[in-house]
């Protein structure tokens, strides 16, 4: 397991540096991560012992608290470089810290106040049946798609908590369940994302202290029982304009990573095909080199379009303390949707001039494709849905959809 020497007083930039140098571990870990469709619990833990997935947590329980997305979300990029599985458990494992500082204070000192070290992976999508019973409630159910759930310590559930009225309907939110209360069912069989062990949590009457909660309107007031308690503007984000990046931004990294790979590996490569100039520098094709420029292009445009979005939120959340609109929040969404079809497309320039080589399952470029492909199937990108919902805003229309 590589370790990399840790500073006392870390910086979001020094973090950065931390998950550059650490590219070359995540690497050598990726073919193994996929084999056995599940991260690398040494991998982990390297990355929690170099301080990653303090970024957001209270200082009050020995987190960083940093108010700044941008590093973090480089440090994903990085990540996900080597590889995307890792980028993607990993960038939730650290965006989750945030997403659990917004319960109430209560939650903080039953998760953190035991071990400061405690992460959690999660399942968003509110299913099971969720009971009021003395003192909290009782949950039964399935709930799928829990990305990192081998290696982390809690799980964070989507539920439809009861009616808070009688006649009312059912209240959508999240809670927190520790590994000891839920059994696990390896059912993650894919052709992408394979080493994210995104497999299903099953929950069988258990029991949910009260102070488990946190409500889908309270994650996007800018008033959550977190914020309350914590007083840092870093809890104001909704939640979609700060969470739903940690599993967008895995795919400007993956591309990013092809591209360094394929530059690498075809500069001194031959083609020994006879149908086109056998026995040439495929780097001297300009088919390839157009190819190359496209992929760029794109990889380009995804990181500007990222982090002037980014910086534009932090701006108005951070610096001036206010709540973003129904604007900013379609922004993000429409962002983090658009720079995953950038990313898309950019792999499949690369993807294309990869020859029969590079179809090899031990090759890096065509592992990165499955990837971004699959993180365009998520239902949180999906284009259609995304850029009709925006369009239905600017057009004075209500919009239909998450944000």
């Not at 994302?193 to 497999?199: A, I, P, V």
Request: hydrophobic residues 40%; glycine residues 10%.
């Amino acid at each position: 397991m590589t370790t990399v020497q840790k500073l006392r007083d870390v910086t979001p930039e020094q973090l950065v540096q931390r998950a550059v140098d650490l590219r070359p571990m995540i690497a050598d870990s990726a073919p193994d991560n996929e084999k056995n469709r599940r991260l690398s619990q040494d991998v982990f833990n390297t990355l929690r012992e170099n301080d990653f997935f303090r970024y957001y947590q209270p200082k009050k329980f020995g987190g960083l608290e940093y108010d700044q997305p941008a590093q973090a979300l480089q440090c994903v990029i990085e990540w996900a470089s080597a590889d995307a599985s890792t980028g993607w458990v990993c960038a939730l494992a650290i965006v989750h810290q945030w997403l659990i500082a917004q319960f109430p204070a209560e939650m903080h000192e039953e998760i953190w106040g035991e071990d400061p070290n405690a992460t959690a992976c999660g399942s968003y999508a509110p299913s099971g049946d969720c009971r009021a019973v003395e003192g909290g409630y009782r949950l039964t159910g399935e709930f799928h798609f829990a990305s990192g759930v081998d290696v982390t310590d809690w799980t964070i559930l989507g539920v439809f908590f009861p009616p808070e009225e009688d006649g009312g309907r059912p209240v959508p939110g999240f809670t927190l369940v520790p590994k000891p209360d839920f059994s696990v069912k390896d059912d993650w069989h894919v052709m992408g994302l394979t080493g994210t062990g995104s497999k299903t949590v099953i929950c069988e009457d258990v029991f949910i202290p009260a102070h488990r909660r946190v409500t889908f309107a309270e994650l996007v007031s800018g008033n959550s029982p977190g914020y309350q308690a914590l007083q840092n503007n870093i809890y104001r984000y909704p939640i979609l304009s700060l969470v739903a990046f940690g599993i967008s931004t895995p795919a400007i990294g993956a591309l990013n990573g092809a591209v360094d790979t394929f530059l690498d590996t075809m500069n001194g490569r031959m083609t020994r095909g006879a149908v086109v100039l056998g026995g040439n520098k495929i780097r001297d094709f300009q088919a390839v080199q157009m190819r190359v420029g496209r992929a760029v292009g794109s990889l380009k445009a995804a990181k500007a379009m990222l982090f002037t979005q980014v910086e534009e939120s932090r701006t108005k959340v951070i610096d001036r303390g206010e709540i973003l609109d129904i604007q900013d929040r379609l922004d993000n969404r429409l962002t983090q949707a658009q720079t995953v079809a950038l990313a898309v497309d950019g792999m499949n320039e690369l993807f294309g001039a990869v020859g029969g080589h590079g179809i090899n399952t031990s090759q890096h470029v065509q592992r990165a494709w499955r990837d971004v492909h699959a993180i365009a199937h998520h239902v949180s990108f999906n284009w259609d849905a995304i850029s009709s919902m925006y369009g239905q805003h600017a057009l004075g229309v209500e919009p239909q959809g998450q944000f």
